[in-house]
Structure formats: C-alpha cells, structure tokens
Nanobody
Framework: QVQLVESGGGLVQPGGSLRLSCAAS????????MAWYRQAPGKQRELVVV???????NYADSVKGRFTISRDNAKNTIYLQMNSLKPEDTAVYYC?????????WGQGTQVTVSS
C-alpha cells in the first residue's frame, strides 16, 4: 500500500512563506502524476498544482507566480514552496499521487495564514 506523508504546515503571517513536503513510500517515478490539493473550511477540495512524471507542471491561477512545486527523486519527496501567502490560502493541503487506476492521498497538513 502506497503511503504519502505530508509535513511543513503551520501558522504564518500574510506575506510569509512555508514549504510543504510529501514523502512517498516508493519511488515517485512509479506515479504518472503527483499533485497538491487544498480544502478550505466549507469549500470543495481544489487542485493547487500537478506535476507529471515527465516534469510538466500546471498551476491553479490563484497560486501562479507564488507557489512552486519541486521534487527530490532520491528522497521520493515532492515539495510545495509557498511564498507571498494570503489569508485565502488557508486550508488543509493534501498530497496526491496517481498510477494506473489507483489514486492515493496523504493525511493532509494545515496551513493557516493570519496576522
């Protein structure tokens, strides 16, 4: 069973930065895509950014220019660098990985942007 473990969430002031990590229990090359999603209270889960096994990325308009996804293949880990954070970025952030017909989720990490 694939496991995804997120870390790095917390409380940050508006304009601040955080880096989230998602460690996979197997090689990230086994997934044809990995992604970060987020879910704010009372809202549906939304896609933040996706990265394919080939390295193609696609960002939500709301985070373009502020968030950056990266990966460390040796550590089986993907990252989400979040800069210029806004209160509306407050949400639980989830790591997602897909291969064949299987879809895997992490447990989520809370990000709160508040002064």
């Amino acid at each position: 069973q694939v496991q995804l473990v997120e870390s790095g969430g917390g409380l940050v002031q508006p304009g601040g930065s955080l880096r989230l990590s998602c460690a996979a229990s197997e090689s990230i090359f086994s997934f044809y895509r990995m992604a970060w999603y987020r879910q704010a209270p009372g809202k549906q889960r939304e896609l933040v950014v996706v990265i394919t096994s080939g390295g193609t990325t696609n960002y939500a308009d709301s985070v373009k220019g502020r968030f950056t996804i990266s990966r460390d293949n040796a550590k089986n880990t993907i990252y989400l660098q979040m800069n210029s954070l806004k209160p509306e970025d407050t949400a639980v952030y989830y790591c997602n990985a897909q291969k064949t017909v299987f879809n895997y989720w992490g447990q989520g990490t809370q990000v709160t942007v508040s002064s």
